[in-house]
Structures are given as C-alpha cells and as structure tokens.
C-alpha cells in the first residue's frame, strides 16, 4: 500500500507542467503539454484489467495529437503481468510506427521483466494473406467439395469390394468364421430389438388402418382397410421401419465401438499380432446383421398383422373369419416376399456404412461422435435409395 | 521463496480399504520449482488432484492461495482456478478446437477482454513456449508429442497464473526436447515469477531445475532441498537416486 502516493505526487509534476490535456482514470495518466505527451501507467495492469484498458487507449487517439514523443511513465504500477507489458509494448509500437518517439521511464526491475520478455520473444503477428476474389474463392470450394465428394464415394465403392470379397471368402472357408463373437452382435442387434421393432410394427399398421379407414368409410370402402394396411406393411413398412430401427440401434453403435477401438490402436494392434481386424470385427458384425435383419422384418410383419386383424375386428366391427378370408384373397405371400427379398440388402448398406464409418475414423474424439450420427444419417438414406431402386425393379417386373 | 502458497496438512486419502495417503505434510513455498517424486501407485497423482479440488481426500486440509479447498466448496476453488494453470500428462487439449483456440479459451471465459487482443495474446503465449506460426491453427491431433506438450504449457500460462501444476511435463519427449522443455520452465519460472508443482520420474529434470523434492515413501512425505533428499538414508530413497549419484559422480570427475 506504499505505492498508493506515489501516483499522486507524478500527478502533481504533470499539472505544474500546464499541459493542454489532461485526463486521469483509475489505470493511468495521460497529460499533454506543447511537444511531448506524457503517459503514466497507474494501478494494476495485469490480465484481469487489461479488458479496460485496451478500448480506452484507442479511444485517446494518440496518433492524432500535435506532438511528436511519448513518455510513458509507472511510478504509480502495482501489479503487471506479461498481459499487461504486451498491451504496453503494443501501444508503444503502433505510435513508433506512426512516427513518434517513445521512452520509457520509472519501471521498477520487476516490470522491466515482462517489458524484456515481450521485446525479446519474436514477435507474433497474424499472417495477412493476399485477398482471393470471391469468384476464385467459390471455384476453389466447390472443387474441394467435388473433389472430396468423388473420394468420399469411391472409398465407400472400394470398401464395399473388400468386405464382400472377405465374407465370399469366409462362406468358402468356414474355419475364418467368428461364431461366438457373431453370436454376441446376434444378442445385440437382434434379439434386443424384437420388443422394439414389434412394438413398432404394431403401432404404425394402428395408426395407418385409423387413416385409411377414415378416408375409405366416405365410399363405404372401410373393408379395403385390411388390403391397405396388409400390403403396405409387407412390402415396405416391414421392412422399411425394421431397417431404420437398426441403422439407429446398430450402425452407430458400430460405428462408435469401432471408432473407438481405433483410436485407441487397438486394431493396430490385431494387425501387428496377425489377428485380421476384418475377420475379427467386420464380418461377425455383417453377419449378425444379414441374420437378424430378415428375421426382425419377419417380426415387425406379424406384428403389423396382429395389429390390423385387431383393428379390424374391434372398429370396424368385421368378424374375424371374414378378416383372415379378406387376407389370404390377397395372396399375402408375394408381398411378403417382395418385402423380406429387401431385408439382406438393407443390412449390407447398414453394416458396410457403419463399420466403414468406425474404420476409418479420424484420430480424435469428437470425429467419433461426428461419425457415430453420420453413420446414422447415411445408412437411412441408402436404405431409401435401395428401396427406390426395388420399388422400380418390382413395378417394371410387374410384381 | 518463504512465503507458503501451498500447504497439504496431514491429508489421509482412503479408497475402501487401501490406503494411499496417510499423514501427509507438505508445503510449497512462492517462486521455487518442487518436483514430486514417488513409486508407480504411491499415489502422486491423487495427491496432484487432492490439490487441484479435482478429488475430496478422506480427511485433512489443503490451502491453496490461503483458501481450504479439500471440501472442494465451489467458491473457493473458482478464486483458485484463476490463479493456477495444469499441464496433464496428455495435453489434455481439447480436441475439437485448434491450438491457438485452446489457448485462447480459458482468457475469453475468465476476462472481457476483446476477441481480437486476446487471440494476440495466445500468440504471444505460444510463441513463448516455442511453437511455430505454422502450428497455431492445426488441431491438437495433427501435432506431435512435444508440440503437444507445448502447447498445453501455453493454455496453462494463458491467464498469467502465479502456480502451474505439471504433471509428467518430459514423459514421452526424447532427451533433447526434455532438456529443452526444462530449460522452458526454467526460463518461464524465472521471468513470469511463477511457481511450479512438477510431478516427474525424468531424473535429469527432477536434479537440474527442481529446487526441492517431496518423496512419498510410506504413505507420507519427505520433502527436502534437492541436495538433502539425494543423499537421504531411506532404501527406497537412495534405490532411487542410487544410480544417478554415480552418474553425478562420474560427471563431476
């Protein structure tokens, strides 16, 4: 608290001075008189006051005044930091470059330090690179972006080859195959998710008989009900729901389990011990889901069923042999079969976008998470574009 | 180098039935370099989070800065969390933000200080740690260990703390990149008026820059000036510092 005076008595040589501007704050003294100004620096310049000092010193407009040297002056500095000498040197340099002199004056040793420190350190400035036109800058951008988008889809392409060359191969040499790690991806992708994709199935042919039965009864069509809901469940909500389901469930858990165990060289380290990562992690997994997938769809199909037939015998009040009779007239099985010959291909697209996703992670946390949902998002919609392609197939083939 | 700015008061940490810490003593005095040393799982780093708030000791007392923090009241720590900085042994960078933001990310959250000066003062800091221009906008993924280490070191100096915690600051680095990290907090220690609390098994660092050592043996402390703890009695002391006398020795000859 010694030092309190000190600022006080600077402040009394510079009003002798009869100086033209004077402005006094808490952090420092600025006074002018006919050629020189004098700046003394007062109070605490450390990191948690600098935030009101920097504004403040653009605001003085030190280069504007009619004068042609600085004094800067800290007989009055409690604490200073290597903050508070960058913000000094800062302002120093900037009224040097335009043009006047600086001097410094009543620093004690332990400022000086900082001071040192901040002219010794090669100075950081910011790169100021050459403007790119606007025009030039979107060209390079949407090349980037095409040109990452054609490596994108070619490294899906290649990978897509390579995993089903490994499972050929294992269906030729049977001794390669995992059976107890698949049995576990069976446990996990399968059987965990029959409650979930049943209940789903269930629910959406309530929903969808509710809809189309609303619509039908204005044409005293409400026994159509039953063909609308059991069509549309076997060819594609079966199918469709399941596989979505199981992209959300099972491709990003892929994905992160995968991501993970890269990251953290696990599969570095298989590789250095001759374990082969794909044999190991890849084709149990494709083969869990190329199991289960039929089955859940085969699932969510009855679910479906058992939700119209109750639909249709408790609101619309139609007697349960009449139901069944109105089903099997639609020769349900083509349809069936229309929906589940889909199943396989959705859980390739799934299983390849997930492990692909996990594989070839970059090496941080976050690309985990990031790759985790795009797995997600990828593999839905490549179950819809393979959907699409089946629903032009069947319709050409007039099935 | 008298005043006390860290004292641990007979800290006993307790998990389940194994005891780690018990009785411990320690005090760590402004401006000196204290390195801990101590067997694998003779609990250095629960003594190091003990310190940091990051862990409530089964009982005893830590003053940081003159403040209790073992109850880890969330007050008194956050006036320490502005006054210290930690280097962990991984960097500890966040991953999702480049070099130059991690450093800038602990100044935005502590002070209003504008985007544009404090961005110049996270050049400042890394540039006085020693990474290049060229390093400041990758991502810590993209960097090696030593910028790694660097790097931390530059967050954990952002906002000018008087102590910074190191946690294995050498581990990994080759010798020449450890020399120089020493010489680094050397440098720093001398010219921010820091004080530094080193936990590290690099022997060269621990004699050449520590200015006293703290040595958990038996669930407790000896800490002494680094001369006196070299040449200490205790067996676990002296296998530890055994070989590197007779190196000293030999060096001196």
Redesign the interface.
């Known amino acids: 608290m010694e030092n309190t005076n000190a600022p006080s008595c600077d402040l009394d040589t510079f009003s002798a001075s009869g100086q033209e501007t004077a402005i006094e704050t808490e952090y420092y003294f600025f006074a002018v008189d006919a050629e020189s100004g004098r700046f003394g620096l007062k109070g605490d310049w450390t990191i948690g006051t600098i935030s009101k000092l920097e504004g403040v010193i653009e605001e003085l407009e030190l280069k504007k005044m009619p004068i042609n040297s600085f004094e800067f002056h800290c007989g009055g500095l409690q604490r200073f930091d290597l903050s508070g000498a960058w913000l000094l040197y800062r302002t120093a340099e900037r009224l040097r470059a335009a043009g006047f002199e600086t001097s410094f004056s009543g620093f004690r040793a332990e400022h000086l330090q900082f001071i040192d420190d901040v002219l010794n350190i090669e100075k950081p400035h910011k790169s100021r690179e050459k403007p790119v036109p606007a025009l030039v800058q979107a060209w390079r951008i949407l090349q980037a972006y095409g040109v990452d988008m054609l490596n994108e889809i070619s490294m899906r392409y290649l990978w897509f080859l390579s995993i089903s060359a490994r499972l050929v191969a294992t269906v030729l040499d049977p001794r390669r195959f995992r059976l107890i790690s698949t049995a576990r991806h069976i446990h996990d992708v399968g059987i965990k998710a029959i409650g979930i994709v049943a209940m789903m199935a269930f629910l959406v042919a309530l929903v969808l008989g509710f809809q189309g039965q609303n619509q039908l009864v204005q044409f005293g069509a409400q026994i159509y009900t039953i063909d609308l809901v059991s069509i549309s469940v076997l060819r594609e909500m079966g199918g469709l729901l399941t596989a979505i389901l199981v992209a959300g469930r099972s491709g990003s858990a892929f994905a992160a389990e995968i991501g993970v165990m890269q990251l953290n060289e696990e599969v570095d380290a298989m590789q250095t011990m001759g374990i082969d990562p794909y044999e190991t992690l890849i084709i149990p997994r494709m083969t869990a889901l190329l199991i289960c997938l039929p089955l859940l769809t085969f699932i969510a199909d009855i679910a479906g069923l058992i939700g119209i037939f109750l639909l249709a015998t408790v609101t619309l009040d139609i007697p349960g042999n009449l139901v069944v009779e109105r089903f099997l007239a639609l020769e349900p099985m083509d349809h069936f079969m229309v929906g589940m010959i889909k199943a396989p291909f959705f859980a390739l697209v799934i299983g390849m976008i997930g492990t692909y996703r996990g594989y070839y992670v970059a090496s941080s946390a976050d690309a985990v998470g990031r790759n985790t949902t795009n797995a997600v998002v990828e593999s839905i919609f490549l179950v819809m574009v393979v959907d699409a392609l089946f629903s032009i197939i069947f319709t050409k083939l007039g099935i | 180098m008298s005043e006390p700015l860290i004292q641990v008061r007979n800290l006993v940490n307790r998990f389940d039935s194994h005891t780690v810490h018990d009785g411990v003593e320690l005090t760590v005095f402004e401006h000196e370099i204290l390195g801990i040393v101590g067997g694998s799982g003779s609990g250095k780093s629960v003594l190091l989070r003990t310190m940091l708030g990051l862990h409530t000791p089964t009982s005893g007392e830590v003053l940081v800065f003159g403040e209790d923090i073992a109850c880890r009241d969330s007050g008194k720590l956050s006036h320490c969390q ?1 006054r210290w900085g930690v280097l962990f042994q991984g960097g500890a960078l966040f ?2 933000l480049t070099v130059l933001e991690n450093v800038m990310a602990p ?1 935005l959250e ?5 985007n544009s ?1 404090v ?3 996270a ?6 740690v020693g990474l290049a ?1 060229e390093g400041f906008d990758k ?3 993209e960097l090696s260990g030593g910028m790694v280490k660097r790097a931390a070191l530059a967050r954990a100096l952002a ?2 703390p008087r102590v910074v915690f190191l946690d294995e600051p050498t581990s990994g680095l080759d010798p020449i990149s450890a020399a120089d990290f020493d010489q680094l907090i050397l440098y720093l220690r001398d ?3 820091l004080t530094v609390v080193m936990i590290s098994h690099d022997m060269d660092s621990l004699l050449t820059i520590c200015d006293r050592l703290a040595v958990i043996v038996d669930k407790r402390i000896i800490a002494d000036t680094t001369e006196v703890i070299t040449r200490h009695p205790h067996p676990w002391i002296r296998a530890y510092f055994g070989g590197v006398r007779g190196r000293a020795a030999l060096g001196a000859a």
Request: net charge negative.
């Open positions: 502005h991953s999702g100044i502590h002070t209003d200080i504008s000066f961005e110049e003062l050049r400042l800091k890394l540039t006085m221009e991502f810590p993924s906002i000018e010219h921010l008026r």
